[in-house]
């Protein structure tokens, strides 16, 4: 496994990351804990040292999950985790963005509990919260910092100007936000201005929460609490329309003898040696097979049949209902 390092912060983690969320949260019925465990497991033994997860995703579930997995390992692997709400009686229903100072260092404490673990190594806000400056923000995990509580500092969907602001306070050592073939607004604003301030970038959704594969077309069906069900990309009409992009990465995996998510991979790996997919998984053989993108090298002809083509496809649907994308670029 090739490493990368993120930014210019000195934290240097597997090429190909892996992010959990999957392995009990939002993807249809929580396959068997046992299974998963030994998934991170076989993760570590090829290779990979990035794991994210969240205290939202279960919630608390998964962080546990990934804690109990990584014990084993811990002094081998890289631990993200995130902060940014409260979480009422009702669970995840009832959650609401709090960033307050306070709230961090009580997630803090309690995500470094289920994830058996003395420090977080990368502790990101998960979404910008409108009521607390991110100077507050980045001033408390600054401290926890201070404390040696937690090693980095990361944003996730967050705006420029806040970006700013909060590096000035505490160096962002990674930004997470979506980014793949069929999402590239990062490439707008938010990547010059990492490679300007020296921030790593992780993409997650970096096979397009699975379309990209080429497993979902439009008469897949998603089970309960699979929330792309809910999610304006992943209605019949939209995943119909948006078939040329896979048809593009089909193509070009066929001249590679790859598969289509191999070169939905390769291709964000190529764009900046800083950036770092968390693709997310259940199964062994997709986990060999993300895995197996980083060692594909697509030559600068490739690349640029990609751009070509891709430049002339227009994807249908919004990453996110209303509601949820108001919550991201603040």
Not at 35 to 45: H, P, R, S
Not at 109 to 123: C, Q
């Amino acid at each position: 496994m090739q490493h990368r390092e993120l930014g210019r912060s000195g934290l240097m983690v597997s090429a190909m990351g892996l992010g959990c969320m999957g392995m009990n949260h939002h993807r249809g019925p929580a396959p068997d804990k046992a299974a998963m465990i030994e998934l991170i497991g076989d993760a570590v033994a090829r290779g990979v040292t990035l794991f994210d997860t969240a205290e939202v995703y279960g919630p608390f579930t998964n962080e546990k999950l990934v804690g109990e997995a990584l014990a084993p390992f811990r002094k081998d692997v890289i631990i993200a985790t995130k902060f940014g709400f409260d979480l009422g009686p009702g669970g995840l229903g009832d959650a609401a963005m709090n960033s307050r100072p306070a709230r961090i260092r009580q997630v803090a404490d309690e995500s470094l509990r289920r994830l058996r673990t003395d420090v977080i190594d990368l502790f990101y806000q998960h979404r910008v919260d409108p009521d607390v400056p991110i100077e507050d923000v980045a001033g408390a995990v600054r401290d926890l910092i201070a404390a040696g509580k937690v090693r980095h500092f990361g944003l996730s969907e967050a705006a420029p100007q806040t970006i700013r602001r909060a590096h000035a306070v505490q160096p962002v050592t990674a930004l997470q936000s979506e980014y793949s073939l069929w999402w590239r607004e990062p490439e707008a604003e938010l990547l010059p201005l990492c490679e300007a301030l020296g921030i790593g970038f992780v993409a997650y959704s970096p096979l397009g929460r699975g379309y990209l594969t080429g497993a979902i077309d439009e008469t897949t069906d998603f089970s309960r609490n699979d929330n792309r069900a809910g999610l304006p990309r992943f209605t019949p009409e939209a995943l119909k329309a948006n078939r040329p992009i896979v048809e593009l990465l089909r193509k070009i995996a066929a001249e590679k003898q790859a598969t289509a998510a191999q070169i939905a991979l390769a291709w964000l790996l190529a764009q900046k040696p800083w950036i770092v997919p968390i693709p997310g998984t259940t199964k062994l053989h997709r986990l060999e097979e993300n895995i197996g993108a980083a060692a594909i090298a697509l030559s600068a002809e490739e690349l640029r049949d990609i751009e070509d083509t891709a430049a002339q496809i227009t994807v249908m649907g919004d990453r996110y209902p209303q509601a949820e994308a108001a919550k991201t670029r603040r």
